[in-house]
């Protein structure tokens, strides 16, 4: 370790993972640099429409984490920066960066969009893969963070001619700054992890697919673009050509993906399935006609926590069309701008097909950029340029102290790369452990002016020109002077700009002078404003929470331009609602639990004791409880990982490290009996040898795993021949001759996966044949095998198994649901397999010496234990995490996380990366030194109480308890996040949301509809 | 001289993670509609009681839309499957108390359908312009709710 260690950490790259990575770190008292090369954060997840399996509007469930990201005070945000290099050991780097001129001054736009209407020089929007236009002065897209133009220096008119300036010339808040220069700057960080994510393939080099040269054959992300409601097309589905709207659209697959042709990339990139299905299904919900839509696939790849349901939806209630067929070219109808599409059915024949539009499902792959930048930084690639990483320790790269996550890790969708980013953050945490909280900024102790002065509201009302944006419209004076005439409003006045930092210190002043206790600001919208204006009353004494807007802007001047009279009026109407609604506002009070510093961790497997060790790493103490007697679960019977490292000496290594490591204690033989508390402060009674005694911890992990389903068909159990894939590994260990002297082998793949009773994929079993199938023929070149298969599922890197298995002899032969194979032991005791060939269309007889079942992998008595922690589970058995896109270890039930084969089959890097994120969350809870409740929360009116628990099954949080002896309902203010629901649902609105109360809102109502 | 057109008066309760940010992003994007509607921002749109709809009813209201995230996309995960439930029973209640269910309007709006939310309030506007003015109510004290101290 170096001399110093520095309780800091730089992540590059501000997509998603991130963004993610950033957060936790930054909750877990970390400051974090974020650094991003564009003008702003988000990635590629802002530039998609929907996301699949839920159909997540993308910007709505990501635009809350930009938004934190840009707020938290631990985040510094680095836009329009470049790595340049990294010095340093582990623990103490040294980091230069170059920022690049935006030539705006961030601290003074306002983001009104004036100069960008007035600039005259348009431009082809990168942002909309160019399919629109945007100007040279921009702001990346309508919800960026942060949200502050830019200028394209490439294209702008002054830089480029020395003429123009218009945008300096409107600007109300002068804040073009054409002097601005690219800057160099060095930073000190304990860590680094790299989350620079993708580039989409360019197809342009499938020269019989005409992208380049046809506008009606576009990329699944142009079609996401297409599709968006901020694109370039306003969410009406129409084609580039001549924008009518299409009949019939078909995807292409595995463009620039599964190819060692047309490009070098003979990895599977493991989204594009899903994303074509999602483009389908969302294309057909905008179509205003009778949309055909044709997916042309090679295996249909579905492996993901409800994806294949999301596929059968997609074709038996949507009717998408799945033809399976590689497409080889696409012609052009020269008079229609329609596209033909030719290609061979599975029955052999030729036949042709029109559409109005082709999408490329394009791949992933890395960019040259990302590619420098990562040589610079002295990171061992692999062979397809994403990081070299081993599965036992799936975020940490060649240079120790830099971790990686997302897209460039490997090919992955946005679940795993959130999954991997908590991971990646969990192992800086650990590293950076004894230097936690030493660099980040502690919130100012202020003392709140006493509740007493609260009783008469004395309102103060700032009206906001917004330079001309509010006052071009709305007669601002008007709307100040009938604001002074209102009930308890004491002082008003106008502002050119009430956000700049001069009007906030006067703000204070006259909150002091005219001693105001309450505030209302009518400018622009609460959701970008609100924190600044609560900032600054509370620096003057305030509770934060006696401040309301007026939004007479984004909500009035700039909807109603042509109308001033009718928006002056609505502007005076929303004041006097604002100020109604503050005047019965009291001061929230928010207060402080404190919490226990440790982690329970249930399940002994992989997950669990990697998560063990990882909070472990962190500085919490652990307990660490498992049912059996031994530690290990189904590793314990489990070969190799899929690159063909063996698992038992990790096993091993991993079993002496929990062992051995001061904070952790392993119980095992041990079951959780009784679970109370709340997130910070659970108390688990565990029950061992018959004896009973109590844990307290501040988070819990679940990580209970899964069982190999045991089959009850295919003759297992009834003949020595028959295998699982557990089974055959543990053979060939043992018996290795034996199995070496077999001369035909036969795996039979989803064994009660995808079926009408068990409608999930279970993700690993086409990986663990075809490794097996290597395996045999590596024992015995000479024997025959055959897998019998539905779609092979090798995703990601392992594509390489099935194309070497291929090479090696291996014979892969689909089969329908309906004519499954037929297995039978013949009179000499053999097994003989019937499959109908999908070339030949006969049967084919194959003689079995190993029949091995791939069998699904299935949650027995989840049941129990989610009851004790209040969490849910799926229909299919799994815990049920809070988010399956952007929370995909968090329970819903804070302070409650899910890791492993418990939240849905996934290989062991999966399961490892998995159980480090778990620990990272369980982090974030940990390093704080109390939790705050209160503030908007709900509150009982106990008096008016009927206790008839209407409340109680409307609370998606677990909040809210039935206290049986008073025959009363009480939120537990810790658990509630405020949304009311209670409120809304009880009868006797004997619930208050503070800060949205009843009476507030029958007061905005009142005022809202009162005639002027 | 024209006739004077009847101006509505319209009342909408946006949840503040989607549809109220669905509003801010018309303007954003400049599309303007109607300026009859008042906007209400609650957390969500099971924040939205039967109550509050019918006490704006009495209070003249000439419509009422209620505003939230699509279904699957509530940032409190089900809320928006109560409001469904809610608006749907409110539906038959003022169809059974002789009122015109037309005055009240769900509408999913997400953060990316700046668009979407212009056209419903220009849409909903216009359809209550059609209907006029609501039938009167008896005048009605202002709500007492329970205070919480």
Known sequence: MPKQIIGSVMVVGGGIAGVQAALDLAESNYLVHLVEKSEAIGGAMSALDKTFPTNDCSMCILSPKLVECGRHPNVHIHTLTDVLDASGEAGDFEVKLRCRARYVDMEKCIACGTCAEKCPKKVPDEYNRKLGMRKAIFVKYPQAVPLKYAIDRDHCIYFQKGKCRACEKFCPAKAIKFEDRDRDLTLSVGSIILAPGFEPFDPAVYDTYGYARHPNVVTSMEFERILSATGPYEGHLVRPSDRKEPARIAWLQCVGSRDIHHCDNGYCSGVCCMAAIKEAVIAKEHSKIDLDTAVFFMDMRTPGKDFEKYFNRAREEYGVRFIRSRVHTVVPDPGSENLAIQYVTEAGDITSEEYDLVVLSVGIEISPETSQLVQRLGIDLNEDGFTATSPFTPVTTSRPGIFVCGAFQGPKDIPLSVMEASAAASEAASLLAPVRGTLIEKPAEVNEVDLAEMAEPRVGVFVCHCGINIGSVVDVSAVKEYAATLPNVVHAEENLFTCSQDTQEKMKEIIREKRLNRVVVASCSPRTHEPLFQHTIRGAGLNKYLFDMANIRDQDSWVHQSEPAAATQKAKDLVRMAVAKIGLQQPLTELQLNITKSGLVIGGGIAGMEAALALAAQGYPVTLVERAEKLGGHARKLLAVWDGEHVAPYLDDLIGRLGAHPLITVRTGCQVKEVSGFVGNFHTVLEENGGRHQVDHGAAIIATGAEPYIPTEYLYGQSDRVYLNLDLDRAIHEHRQSIANARSAVFIQCVASRIPERPYCSRICCTHSVQNALCLKELNPDMEVYVLYRDIRTFGFKEYLYKEARAKGVIFIRYNLDRRPQVELTADGTIRVTVLDHVLQRPLALHADILTLAGALVVKDSQKLAKLFKVPVSADGFFLEAHMKLRPVDFATEGVFVAGLAHYPKATEECIAQAKAAAGRAGTVLARDSITAGGVVAVVNKPACVGCQACLNCCPFGAISYLEQEQKCEVNQALCKGCGTCAATCPSEAITLMGFSHLQLYAEIDEALTLQ | ?149
Not at chain 2, 13 to 37: E, H, K, M, T
Not at chain 2, 79 to 98: D, P, Q, S, V
Request: aromatic share 10%; hydrophobic share 40%.
């Open chain 2, 1 to 149: 001289m024209k006739d004077k057109i009847f101006e509505p008066r319209i009342l909408g309760f946006l949840c503040n993670w989607c549809s109220y940010a669905g509003a801010d992003l018309a303007g954003v994007s400049r599309l303007q509609y109607p300026p009859n509607i008042r906007i209400i921002r609650v957390m969500c749109s099971g924040t939205v009681s039967p109550h509050h709809i019918l006490h704006a009813f009495q209070r003249r209201a000439d419509g009422v839309l209620v505003a939230g995230c699509h279904i699957g996309d509530c940032h409190y995960l089900k809320g928006n499957y109560l409001t469904m439930k809610r608006m749907k029973f409110l539906e038959g209640l003022l169809r059974f108390a002789g009122y015109e269910p037309q005055r009240l309007h769900l509408e999913w709006i997400s953060a990316a359908e700046g668009g979407k939310f212009a056209d419903t309030v220009r849409e909903f506007t216009e359809r209550i312009r059609e209907l006029g003015p609501a039938p009167s109510f008896e005048a009605v004290p202002k709500a007492t709710a329970i205070k919480v101290t």
